[in-house]
T-cell receptor, first 113, second 116 residues
Framework: KQEVTQIPAALSVPEGENLVLNCSFTDSAIYNLQWFRQDPGKGLTSLLLIQSSQREQTSGRLNASLDKSSGRSTLYIAASQPGDSATYLCAVVSNFGNEKLTFGTGTRLTIIP | AAGVIQSPRHLIKEKRETATLKCYPIPRHDTVYWYQQGPGQDPQFLISFYEKMQSDKGSIPDRFSAQQFSDYHSELNMSSLELGDSALYFC???????????????FGEGSRLTVL
């Protein structure tokens, strides 16, 4: 059974700093990995999708990397802003033909102005 | 661009009542997933449908049932509601990897169910 873990559970950093969020998964046979952002009580906003054949994806100030063999992904946020404060969730698709996501436990990020 | 539409956005019910949530996937997405997110929890997979057939089942209580209709919209029916059913219920849609999809799931805004 796939298990996804995110460390740390919570992180506070001053505005302007670069930061890294970590995600690890137990079964390396994944098809893709998605990073999501969730504001309190709100829906899930997809940030980046990395296919299993890819090493990284970039969108603006966000860069996600994937090391399938070691079961790890990182989300790098450059020049953090207070608006980046949210919970960040990673999720993996493990099965071809039924692409349900298994979610990590999330990292609650607070950017201090 | 059209997104996943969920209704209602908010729902308040009493214990032992019944609730129905609806999900309208992105056009041409034939797969629908339901997730439940309790307070402070990560989303938990409930059930999924592909081409109107149940494709996978997760931690969905027997009191819950769901189906996908011919227009690909899906409904989640919850009966004999309990306090612990209070949660955000998300619907997501995708095109399967096997059909030129990327496997990316697109989520709706969620339906918040409060059971009193």
């Amino acid at each position: 059974k796939q298990e996804v873990t995110q460390i740390p559970a919570a992180l506070s950093v001053p505005e302007g700093e670069n930061l890294v969020l970590n995600c690890s998964f137990t079964d390396s046979a994944i098809y893709n990995l998605q990073w999501f952002r969730q504001d309190p009580g709100k829906g899930l906003t997809s940030l980046l999708l990395i296919q299993s054949s890819q090493r990284e994806q970039t969108s603006g100030r966000l860069n996600a990397s994937l090391d399938k063999s070691s079961g790890r992904s990182t989300l790098y946020i450059a020049a953090s802003q207070p608006g980046d404060s949210a919970t960040y969730l990673c999720a993996v698709v493990s099965n071809f033909g039924n692409e349900k996501l298994t979610f990590g436990t999330g990292t609650r990020l607070t950017i201090i102005p | 661009a059209a997104g996943v539409i969920q209704s209602p956005r908010h729902l308040i019910k009493e214990k032992r009542e019944t609730a129905t949530l609806k999900c309208y996937p992105i056009p041409r997405h034939d797969t629908v997933y339901w997730y439940q997110q309790g307070p402070g929890q990560d989303p938990q997979f409930l059930i999924s449908f592909y081409e109107k057939m149940q494709s996978d089942k997760g931690s969905i209580p027997d009191r819950f049932s769901a189906q996908q209709f011919s227009d690909y919209h899906s409904e989640l029916n919850m009966s004999s509601l309990e306090l612990g059913d209070s949660a955000l219920y998300f619907c997501a849609s995708s095109r399967p990897l096997a059909f030129s999809g990327t496997g990316e799931l697109f989520f709706g805004e969620g339906s918040r169910l409060t059971v009193l």
